[in-house]
């Protein structure tokens, strides 16, 4: 083809091109293989404007993103963006850190990344920790629209109907009214297939929703777009997960819906097209009853007018008042031109943005890549990421933490110094989850937290470095200090006459669906009371289920759920949440709460607490703490990486479990660990 060939010609070639790869990769059994680009995705690519540099620029553009030791899902995409990026911009080092999304996000805040592509929607969690440690909130750049049906690339959620439903369309509210508890966007809750209008034998059939684990990330997405953000699930929902058979095949979760809708005419579901059978049918959906109803296409979700189109975002860190790194500000360009596009659908599974959407990122880009006006940058507690990020000297002990333990990390601080004396304990104490995101990232060489680190955040630091991080426990909660991992009690009025309760009861009360054998609680009398307060509900008072808190009493008790019996459950809140709560107990002569202890004189009182109905039933008193006998008791505890146990790391460890670091915990707040704990803590530090 000559240079003056029609550029129509050159662009029918390109798809014809992606088309063929795309299909000999289908051919020779690739998994999971990118879909094919349809020709409006490759039409609307071919008329984006080429990618012209601003100016030449010079850097590193360390990207942090979605991919796994398994799979390196962006890997192929970010090395071909790479090299064509290079053929612009020959003075810019493009350095991929692809250990997934759980990372991403860490990397940026932390300083060790300045770019994070995620493979799913940010989690409320992780913009929180970003916007506490820099004093501002993640800034999110469009440069891609999920897929259709390709696995590992953000498939559009659809929502299916058994084919003998004769439901057609839905509009979000209803969906929100469906697999949501409390009303949603304006939505009532929905319980029936009369309330969405169908008649006859229909009308008063109840709706049987069938869904993913709604505590897992793949949750997010619907949890925010049609939840509205909230966390308060349909009760009736039947939860899936993937697992692995004995044999080494996975059944994927979106399968196992899909074949258990196809046997309930009354179930609807929600899952994607790649899973579908010929048993159910998918429903087109709508933003209002007056709006138009779509179905998931390419063109829909390009065009971000299917409800549920899911959008891939890069985050960057951009200060207030300070213009976007001009590396990485080129780099995004690239990205969202025609060339990143092009790359972006022939090596992966990924659909290019919408012309709309393009514009508009590009303009942000623009308006950030210039310098304006703007609050300063908010720094750390003692030393900030920048500081702790550089090259510590040999001697030099990176410990961060959460705030609450600032206090005693300083006196474990002057301890370790005192022995060691060319030592420099270097303290950043922001939050559990920005120490954990040092950890991960090779900022910090100890992470000091008031509770276990997440399924998320142990995670990151396992892709990263291939292993799990050493773990020790170095104190014990108060037994009821604010703000220092207090134990928690379940407590009733003075003027109640429970004296006890186990974890079954506690179950039974508040598990949509309780384990075999637990039956269900509601009345005081299903707890032994009689007269009076038998036949009356037990109202239930405790923190958000979702907070750290919440997610301590749900992981020890309930098993992790995520789907509580909300019609007797009062969150009121993790900020000041426990005040909140004793508040609201006594006012409530049919109220229990879950919270930290009341000082002396509080009109309530803890009942004795067991695992099991057989016991031992147990108070929360210090002797209980102390002796690790208190079922609700909580734990600080020490990360760091198991191969650096003879290094700095390694000897403040074994500081803080000494006899000389114990001693360091005054009383009337954290506890010491009891000695059987203490020893067993101090060998593992040592391994």
Known sequence: MSVAAPRWRVCALSAALWVAAAVAARAAGAPDEPAVPAAYAARLVASLPAYQPLRQVAGTVRLWGHGSP??????????????????YQ???????????????????????????????????????????????????????????????FDYAHMVFVNRANPLRRLTVAQLA?????????????VRT??????????????????????????????????????????????EFVTFTRPDGSVDDRGRQILQALAGDPAGIAVSNIRFANAKVRALRLAWSASGPSLGATQRTLITQSYPLTRIIPAFVDHAPGRPL??????????????????????????????????????????RMSVRSRGRPRRRGTRTGPETSARVASRDTLRVWGNPL????????????????????????????????????????????????????????????????PARVPILLGSRGTTGKSPALAVLVRNDNPLRRIDFAQLQGLLDARPPPGVGRVRTWGQLGLEG??????????????????????????????GLLEWSHVFELGARGGHARILRALSRDPFGLAIAAL???????????????PSGPYRRPTVRSLREGRYPLERTVYAYFNSKAVGTGAGRFIRFILSRRGQARIPAGGYLRLPMPALHEAASRAHQ
Not at 335 to 364: D, K, M, T, V, W
Not at 599 to 612: D, E, F, Q, T
Request: hydrophobic residues 40%.
């Open 90 to 152: 020959p003075h810019v080092r493009i350095v991929n850190r692809m250990y997934g999304t759980a990372s991403a996000i860490g990397a940026l805040y932390t300083g060790a990344g300045n770019l994070a592509i995620l493979g799913e929607e940010i989690s409320p969690a992780a913009r929180k920790a970003f916007e506490r440690e820099r004093g501002y909130p993640p800034t999110r750049i469009e440069i891609a629209t999920g897929s259709l049906e390709t696995n590992y």
């Open 177 to 189: 009214g469906i697999f949501g508890d409390a009303p949603s966007l304006g939505a009532p809750t």
């Open 325 to 366: 790194d001009p590396a990485v500000a080129e780099f995004l360009r690239f990205i969202l031109s025609r060339q990143g596009q092009q790359a972006l659908i022939a090596q992966s599974g990924y659909l290019p943005l919408g012309r709309r959407q393009i514009r508009a990122e590009l303009r942000r880009i623009g």
């Open 532 to 561: 009076p307060l038998a036949a009356h509900r037990i109202d239930v008072y405790m923190t958000d289920s979702d907070s750290g808190t919440g997610r301590f009493f749900r992981d020890t008790v309930l098993g992790g759920t």
């Open 405 to 468: 333990l600032a206090a005693q990390a300083r006196r474990w601080a002057r301890g370790f110094e005192a022995i060691h004396r060319r030592a420099r304990v270097d303290l950043h104490m922001s939050g559990s989850d920005t120490a954990m995101a040092g950890l991960y990232t090779g900022r910090a060489d100890v992470a000091l937290i008031g509770r276990a680190a997440t399924d998320s955040e142990i995670k990151a630091f396992e892709w990263v470095f291939r292993h799990a």
């Open 70 to 87: 398994k799979h390196d899902f962006l890997g192929p995409l970010v090395r071909r963006w790479a090299r064509l990026f290079h053929r």
């Open 598 to 612: 009341p000082r002396n004189g509080s009109p309530v009182k803890a009942l004795a607490l067991a695992r099991s």
């Open 193 to 238: 297939w009369g309330a969405l209008g169908l008649k006859g034998a229909w009308s008063a059939r109840r709706i049987h929703p069938y869904f993913w684990k709604v505590n897992q990330d793949f949750a997010l997405f619907f949890r925010h777009r049609v939840l509205g953000g909230g966390h308060r699930w349909n009760p009736d929902i039947r």
